[in-house]
Nanobody, 123 residues
């Protein structure tokens, strides 16, 4: 059974930084594409970053040049470094497993998502 556990969220002022971590068990992240999504109150889930098995990365326009996704295969962990945070980045952040189809990342179903970590950015 795959289990993903996120950590690293918290309260930060606008312009600050946070690094989220996602530790995986029940799978080897080095053979999987993975992503980070977020959900703000009253809004749908939004994919913000993804990484291929060969470490190519993609980002939503809203976070490009501010966020960076990376992985440490030895620790079976995926990270999301978030810099220059803005109040509109406030959301619950989830890591997930998925696959690339025609160059686009698609997360698997909810069984392959973590429980999420809250990020709150104050103005």
């Amino acid at each position: 059974q795959v289990r993903l556990v996120e950590s690293g969220g918290g309260l930060v002022q606008s312009g600050g930084s946070l690094r989220l971590s996602c530790v995986a068990s029940g799978t080897i992240i080095g053979i999987n594409a993975m992503g980070w999504s977020r959900q703000a109150p009253g809004k749908q889930r939004e994919l913000v970053a993804s990484i291929t098995r060969t470490d190519d990365t993609d980002y939503a326009d809203s976070v490009k040049d501010r966020f960076a996704i990376s992985r440490n295969n030895a620790k079976n962990t995926v990270y999301l470094q978030m810099n220059n945070l803005k109040p509109e980045d406030t959301a619950v952040y989830f890591c997930n497993l998925g696959e690339y189809v025609s160059g686009t990342y698609h997360p698997y179903d909810d069984n392959f998502w973590g429980q999420g970590t809250q990020v709150t950015v104050s103005s």
